[in-house]
Structures are given as C-alpha cells and as structure tokens.
C-alpha cells in the first residue's frame, strides 16, 4: 500500500525493478520492451540492465529478447499511426508526447530512414516515431531495419556493457545515459548533414 502512495512513475519504476527479479523475467523484458515502443512509459534498459548484470552469461541473449519485442512493438506503434491515428489523436495532442510527435513528423520530411534510427538509439521516445512513421506512410521495410539498427544497438550495447563492467557500470550508466543518448543524436545529425551537403 505503501509503494501506490508514490507518484505514478516512481511506483511504475519500482514495479519493473522487480519485476526483473522475478523467475519469469524475460517473459516480462519481453512484454516490457513491446509495451514501450508503442505507448508505455518506461524504458526496458531498466530492466535489461540488472538482468544482464545478474547473469552475464544470457546478457547476449537478454538483448535480442529486448530488441526483437521492441521492433515488434514498433509495428505495432506504425499501424497504430497508419490505421487508428483519429483514435489517439486527441489524447496525444493533451499529452505530454505532442511536442515530440510534431518534431517526429518534421524529421520524417528530412531524414525518413534516420529519424527512425536515431529515435531507436536515443532517449527520444520511440513510441512517438513509431506512430509517427504510420501517419507519414514511411515504407515498412526502411522502417523495421531502422528500427533493428536502432533499437538493436542500444539494448545490446547496455546488455555487453553490463556483462563487461559489472555493478560499478550500472551506476554510471543511468547517472550518464541521458547524456550518452543526446551526445549520440548530435553526432548522427552531424553525419548526416554533412553526408547531405556532400552529395
């Protein structure tokens, strides 16, 4: 009773951690990561993370789960945007995602391919690609390769990391991921602009 009087997010937060202890974990990493990409707040790397420190032997294994479920989740997202978008559209522009959601769409009309890439990689919400992806009609064979690239390079980088650094690199991987996240966003963005003007 004591956990439902935190904020929401915080009691969610402490739901996952435990989860993540629990026998029947990759089933909930599993369901977590396709629950993300489409509309639940929480990210698996929460997740991910100690489950990869506690048995570094399936941390390999514990990233293809994560990213397999997330791509598959991401799909989910698309055809939520192709085929139901008047459905959410009035809860999405009361929401906090919004903002996201109109920055989503004008990356669609410059990068296409690589939004999608860099949403899967980033701290940006990817949920908000995913939709997004679905209204702009971006073809689905860019979209789930982007999306395998991306999301596949983050959980198995967190995976390895994990497996490699032991405790000490769980603390400072959540004190430094934001930072990780968006430095990265700004070296892709740098790359591909200069790609752009060189061709």
């Known amino acids: 009773m004591q956990a439902m009087r935190l ?6 937060y402490q739901r996952v951690m435990a989860w993540s202890r629990h026998p029947r974990a990759p089933w909930f990493l599993g369901g977590l990561s396709f629950m993300e990409s489409s509309f639940f707040p929480i990210p698996p790397d929460v997740m991910l993370a100690p489950m990869s420190l506690a048995r570094p032997d399936k941390a390999v ?3 293809t789960i994560t990213t397999v479920t997330s791509v598959l989740g991401g799909l989910f997202g698309y055809f ?3 085929l139901a978008f008047d459905w959410i559209a009035d809860w999405l522009t ?3 995602y919004w903002g996201p959601y109109e920055t989503a769409q004008s990356w669609f009309l410059q990068w296409g391919f690589w939004a999608v890439l860099v949403a899967g990689f980033s701290p940006i919400p990817y949920k908000v690609f995913t939709i997004a992806a679905g209204v702009a009609g971006l073809p689905l064979v860019p979209f789930v390769l982007a ?3 991306g999301r596949g390079g983050r959980f198995y980088l967190v ?3 994990m ?3 032991g405790p000490a690199m769980e603390s400072w991987l959540f004190r430094w991921v934001e930072r990780l996240g968006w430095a990265t966003v ?5 790359a591909i602009g200069v790609r752009a003007w060189a061709f």
Do not use: Q
């Open 7 to 12: 904020p929401i997010f915080s009691w969610l």
């Open 61 to 63: 294994w514990f990233a």
């Open 80 to 82: 939520i945007g192709a």
């Open 94 to 96: 009361a929401s906090r």
């Open 147 to 149: 999306s395998l690239l």
């Open 159 to 161: 995976a390895l990391l």
């Open 163 to 165: 497996r490699w650094g």
């Open 186 to 190: 700004v070296l892709l963005a740098v």
